[in-house]
C-alpha cells in the first residue's frame, strides 16, 4: 500500500507544479492563439485535480466548461478579434515605448499582491484541522431531499436559489455579448462532408450522454450544468459544420428557450412561496420530480445559452430586417 | 492472470503515448506530427482500455469504457483531418527531405 500512496503523492505534485507552470505560460504567452491551447490544456488538469480532491461534480463540469466550452468561446473571439483589424506592428512597438511604466505604477502592484498573498495565507492557516463542514447537516437531511446525490441535494433543493441565480447570470452573458450588437447572419460555411459526418454520428450521442448525464445527477455524479454543457457542445459542433436552421425558429422558439430554466424556476419558487410559505421548498413527497424538472428545463436552457453565446451576436430572422 | 494481462495492455498504452509524445516533439511539421499523435492516441488508448475494461466491475462499466474509445477515434480521426487541410489551404507545405 505505500508504494501506491508515494507514488499517488508524486503524481499530485507534479500536478500542482504543472498546474503553476501552465498558468504562468498562460499569462506570459504573447501569441493568444497559443494562450488559448495552454488554456485549456490548463483546465484539462484542473480537472484531474477535482478528481483527485474527488469531486467528479466539479471535476464534470471543469473537462466540459471549463476546458471545452470556454475554450471554444475564446477561439470564437479570437477569430473575430483577427477579423477586426490586426494592429500594426509598428504601433505596438511605439505604444509600448510610451508607456514607460513609472516607480509607483510598478511597486503599488507588488505591494498589493504581497497583502493578497499574506491575506490568503493567514485565512489558510489559521482553518481548523479538522472541520466537518456542513457535511453532516447534508447527510441529516439527505432523506428528504428527492435525490441520493447529496452534490444533487444542495444545488437544487437545499441552496436551490443558488441555482436559480446561477440560471440568471447565464441568461444576463448571453443578453450583454447581444446587446453589444453584431447581428449575425447564419452563414452555411463551405461544408466539409468530414465534418458533417461527425456531426451526424457525434450530436446524437452528444444528446444521448446529455439526457444520460442529467438522470444520473440524481444519484451520482451529474447534473444539469453537465448535461447542459454536453448540449451546448453539440450546439456548437453543429454551428461549426454550417447548421442550417429555420429561421422562424431563431425568434421566438430560441427565447423561449433560452429562459425556460430560469422561467420554471421561478415559477415553481413562487407557486411554492404561497403553498409552502418558502421559496423553493419542496414538499418531500414531490421533491425528487420537481428536481427532475428543474433540471431538464435547466439543462435546455444552458445548452441553448452556451450555444448562443459562441454563435456570438443575435441571429437574424426574417422579422428584424 | 487478469492482473498480469492488465499491465501488459496498459504498459504496451503507455508506449504508444511515449511515442506519439517523442513524434510530435522530434518531427519535422505539421503533417508528420499529426500523423505520430492520432496513431499514438488511437492504439496506444485502445490498449489502455483494454486493460482498464479487464478491470472493470461491470459489463456495462467496460461497455463504457470501449464507447469513450470509439468516440475517441471517432473525433480525433476527424480532427486530425481537419486540422491537416486547414493548414493546407493556409500554405504550409508539406516537409520534404
Known amino acids: 500500500m505505500e508504494a501506491i500512496d508515494i507514488a499517488l503523492g508524486l503524481f499530485d ?43 467528479p461534480d466539479i471535476a464534470l463540469a471543469e473537462a466540459a466548461i471549463g476546458a471545452g466550452l470556454t475554450g471554444a468561446l475564446l477561439m470564437a473571439a479570437l477569430d473575430r478579434l483577427n477579423a477586426v483589424k490586426p494592429m500594426p506592428a509598428a504601433a505596438v ?9 513609472s516607480l509607483p505604477s510598478k511597486v503599488l502592484p507588488l505591494v498589493a499582491l504581497v497583502l493578497i498573498v499574506l491575506g490568503l495565507g493567514y485565512a489558510l492557516l489559521s482553518l481548523p484541522d479538522v472541520a466537518d463542514g456542513l457535511v453532516p447537516n447534508v447527510k441529516e437531511q439527505m432523506a428528504q431531499s428527492g435525490v441520493k446525490n447529496p452534490v444533487t441535494a444542495v444545488l437544487l433543493n437545499f441552496r436551490g436559489y443558488d441555482t436559480l441565480l446561477e440560471m ?84 421566438w422558439p430560441l427565447r423561449f428557450i433560452l429562459v425556460l430554466g430560469s422561467g420554471v424556476f421561478i415559477i415553481i419558487a413562487a407557486v411554492l412561496f404561497f403553498t409552502q410559505g418558502g421559496l423553493l421548498t419542496y414538499p418531500v413527497a414531490q421533491a425528487g420530480w420537481l428536481i427532475l424538472l428543474l433540471e431538464s428545463a435547466a439543462t435546455l436552457s444552458i445548452g441553448a445559452t452556451l450555444a448562443a453565446l459562441f454563435f456570438g451576436g443575435i441571429p437574424k430572422s426574417r422579422v428584424d430586417q | 492472470m487478469i492482473d498480469f494481462f492488465s499491465i501488459l495492455l496498459l504498459l ?60 475517441v477515434l471517432l473525433a480525433g480521426a476527424s480532427v486530425a483531418y481537419l486540422i491537416a487541410r486547414g493548414a493546407l489551404l493556409r500554405g504550409v507545405l508539406p516537409w520534404k527531405r
Open chain 1, 13 to 55: 505534485l507534479l500536478l500542482v507544479f504543472l498546474l503553476l507552470w501552465l498558468a504562468w505560460l498562460v499569462m506570459s504567452s504573447e501569441d493568444l492563439f497559443k494562450a488559448i491551447v495552454l488554456f485549456v490544456a490548463f483546465g484539462l488538469l484542473m480537472a484531474l485535480v477535482w478528481v483527485r480532491l474527488e469531486a
Open chain 1, 168 to 251: 440568471v447570470v447565464l441568461l444576463l452573458a448571453l443578453l450583454s455579448v447581444w446587446s453589444l450588437g453584431g447581428v449575425r447572419k447564419l452563414s452555411p460555411r463551405n461544408t466539409n462532408p468530414v465534418l458533417a459526418s461527425l456531426c451526424r454520428v457525434l450530436v446524437p450521442v452528444l444528446i444521448l450522454v446529455s439526457c444520460y448525464l442529467l438522470w444520473v445527477g440524481a444519484d451520482a455524479p451529474g447534473g444539469a450544468f453537465q448535461a447542459g454543457s454536453v448540449l451546448g457542445a453539440a450546439g456548437v459542433l453543429l454551428l461549426l459544420s454550417g447548421w442550417h436552421v429555420e429561421q422562424k425558429i431563431l425568434l
Open chain 2, 12 to 71: 504496451a498504452g503507455a508506449l504508444f503515448f511515449l511515442a506519439g509524445t517523442v513524434g510530435l516533439l522530434r518531427f519535422p511539421d505539421l503533417y508528420t506530427r499529426l500523423h505520430a499523435l492520432t496513431k499514438a492516441d488511437n492504439v496506444g488508448l485502445g490498449l489502455m482500455i483494454a486493460g482498464l475494461a479487464l478491470q472493470a466491475e461491470s459489463l456495462s462499466a467496460a461497455g463504457k469504457l470501449v464507447l469513450i474509445w470509439g468516440l
Open chain 1, 93 to 101: 512597438v511605439t505604444s509600448a515605448k510610451r508607456e514607460q511604466p
